[in-house]
């Protein structure tokens, strides 16, 4: 079977529409404003993930305090990095385990649970149409990696006791220079493979700066052989499954510390644990997303997916271990219902969205024939394509009510720490920055790809995350 191939072009539509290239997708050009952003991040993001980490093991998740110590003297950057457990082999091996399980799931083990799971869509799924017009194809089983990785977590848990279930906050730090490993090789691996031998040699962008090119990726969708793409195996495996993992150790370091596992602890594995089997279950559907089908292979997903997610979305879990709050039935309550209402936007908004673009708007949105607004583009191969924006339903609320749901549940995992530490918040101000940077690239990239019709659309829906303010 074909791992990638070409659609059927539509004709050439009357909206003008070739009079604008298809320079859509990420920038071609990097201005010095950003190439400083870059290059800093290249540099001190391992450095922002460690203090975080350190934070919690050397100062009790006090986020001022070891920058207190410095300033007052009573500590030096090289004592704190004295303090902190460095890399062992051990580590290696665990890290290398875990990664060559979840390659060995990702390539070997085809999706059999899309034929069991009623409504699950599992199995060989298309992508989007990436800019020079290809249409990837791709094995979804990311539900079933999950499964079993989390059966064999139990199983080892419950009977095996191959291993201590709080392995993972055993060896977080050690780990985390693991996980650094891995995410500048597969980076710099990435980077070098599109010089060499890129998969899609028409859908890689150089920007004539190596670091920018190096950050945000060049080529579309590095593959190795047919099935193993980059893309996909990163950003959903191993960071996100390792996500549920993660959690789940550090409940059992509560439970083995303290004697106990408290309502917090169990909220954020909750609420976590949904949005990540929301994840796996809408694997098909994330093909549409912007990671997959606009964004390029580099650093930002290589590294951001092997270290940044793993280590800073999971700091409630963390900081909870270190401080065992148990909530108020009223305040775990309060919590717990606005993480639903939060998913339940997020999920509903995206659903409709992909509903209306599966069904090409044939389909009802609160119970009504959706209303939208038609639209056209030009591919890189110069041919032109019809779209079309969804008007109604929570589209016609905001242009990314999503995100809004996506920022409460945030919210909500936050929330579940007290109010006494400000590094169990670090996740929602990060989530806030990256949607509304999200919103502004997005708008940039449909601007420039719709031309007027993105303008008619945004006349029609104003706002972005909040109706009446943002
Ligand atoms: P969207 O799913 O909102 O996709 C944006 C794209 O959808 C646009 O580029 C455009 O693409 C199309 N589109 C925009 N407006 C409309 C409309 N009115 N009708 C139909 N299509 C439209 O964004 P993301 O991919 O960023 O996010 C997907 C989800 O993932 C979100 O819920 C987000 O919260 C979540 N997310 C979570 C992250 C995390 O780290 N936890 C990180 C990033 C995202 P086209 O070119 O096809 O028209």
């Not at 997959?292 to 951001?304: M, S, T």
């Not at 609320?397 to 109010?419: E, I, K, P, Q, W």
């Amino acid at each position: 079977m074909e791992s990638t191939r070409r659609r059927p072009q539509h004709k050439a539509n009357e909206g003008g529409a070739t009079e604008r290239s298809a320079q859509w997708g990420r920038a071609w050009e990097v201005d010095w404003f950003s190439l400083v952003g870059v290059i800093s991040l290249l540099c001190f993001a391992p450095f922002i993930v460690f203090y975080f980490v350190m934070a919690c093991d050397q100062y009790d998740c006090s986020v001022s305090q070891p920058l207190l110590e410095l300033y007052q003297g009573k500590a030096t950057v090289l004592s704190i990095w004295a303090r902190a457990p460095s890399f062992t082999w051990t580590a290696a091996k665990i890290y290398a385990v875990w990664v060559s399980f979840q390659v060995f799931l990702y390539v070997c083990v085809p999706d059999v649970t899309h034929k069991v799971v009623p409504g699950y869509v599992g199995g060989v799924q298309d992508g989007a149409r990436t800019p020079a017009g290809l249409i990837n194809r791709y094995e979804i089983n990311g539900l079933q990696c999950w499964i079993i990785t989390h059966a064999l977590w139990f199983a080892n848990a419950n009977y095996f006791h191959w291993f201590t279930p709080t392995i993972l906050f055993d060896q977080w730090i050690p780990l985390m220079w693991c996980a650094n490993i891995l995410g500048y090789a597969v980076s710099t691996f990435a980077f070098l493979k599109a010089y060499l031998f890129p998969t899609n040699a028409e859908d890689c962008k150089f920007t004539g700066n190596v670091f920018y090119n190096y950050m945000m990726g060049i080529e579309f969708n590095p593959r190795i052989g047919k099935w193993f793409d980059f893309k996909l195996f990163f950003n959903g495996r191993p960071g996100i499954v390792a996500w549920t993992l993660i959690n789940l150790s550090y409940m059992a370091k509560q439970q083995q510390l303290y004697g106990h596992v408290t309502n917090s602890m169990v909220l954020v594995n909750v609420l976590q644990g949904i949005y990540v089997l929301d994840f796996f279950w809408n694997e098909a559907w994330y093909l549409k997303t912007i990671d997959i089908c606009h964004d390029h292979f580099g650093w930002y997903l290589g590294w951001g997916d092997c270290v940044w997610l793993p280590y800073l979305y999971t700091l409630q879990g963390l900081y909870l271990v270190y401080h065992p709050i148990q909530l108020s039935d009223a305040h775990a309550f309060a919590i717990l219902l606005f993480g639903l209402i939060g998913y339940y936007i997020f999920r509903s908004t995206n659903h409709q969205k992909d509903l209306f673009r599966r069904t090409e708007g044939s389909c009802s949105i609160w119970g009504r024939k959706p209303t939208y607004i038609e639209c056209s583009y030009v591919s890189a191969d110069g041919r032109n394509h019809r779209s079309k924006l969804l008007t109604s339903g929570f589209w016609g609320v905001a242009r990314h009510f999503n995100y809004t749901g996506d920022l409460m549940g945030s919210l909500a995992y936050c929330a579940a720490c007290g109010f006494t530490h400000i590094l169990p918040y670090f996740y929602i101000v990060y989530m806030t920055i990256l949607l509304v940077h999200r919103c502004v690239r997005d708008e940039h990239r449909c601007s420039s790809k719709y031309g007027k019709d993105w303008k008619r659309y945004t006349d029609s829906v104003p706002y972005r995350l909040i109706p009446g303010l943002f």
